[in-house]
Nanobody
Framework: QVQLVESGGGLVQPGGSLRLSCAAS????????MGWYRQAPGKQRELVAT???????NYADSVKGRFTISRDNAKNTAYLQMNSLKPEDTAAYYC???????????????WGQGTQVTVSS
């Protein structure tokens, strides 16, 4: 059973920073693409960022230049560094592991339980 456990969420003021971590229970995930989704109340789930096993990254337009996804395969851990946070970044953030299908679309297979990020003064 593969498990993903997020940590690092919390309350931060606008303009502040947070770093989310996602610890995976299985080393085989080093071969998978890792991603972060977020979902705010009343809104659709949004794919925030992905990183392939080789380190190629992709970001939603809403976070480009502010968020950075990374991974440490030796630690089976993925990260999401979030800078210049805005109130509209407030959401539950979910780590996942999945694959890129033939058209390049990310298809998550495993999900974490989520961690809340609240940006407010």
């Amino acid at each position: 059973q593969v498990q993903l456990v997020e940590s690092g969420g919390g309350l931060v003021q606008p303009g502040g920073s947070l770093r989310l971590s996602c610890a995976a229970s299985a080393s085989i995930l080093r071969f998978w693409t890792m991603g972060w989704y977020r979902q705010a109340p009343g809104k659709q789930r949004e794919l925030v960022a992905t990183i392939t096993s080789g380190g190629s990254t992709n970001y939603a337009d809403s976070v480009k230049g502010r968020f950075t996804i990374s991974r440490d395969n030796a630690k089976n851990t993925a990260y999401l560094q979030m800078n210049s946070l805005k109130p509209e970044d407030t959401a539950a953030y979910y780590c996942n592991a999945g694959i890129l299908v033939s058209d390049g679309t990310y298809s998550p297979a495993y999900w974490g339980q989520g961690t809340q990020v609240t940006v407010s003064s």
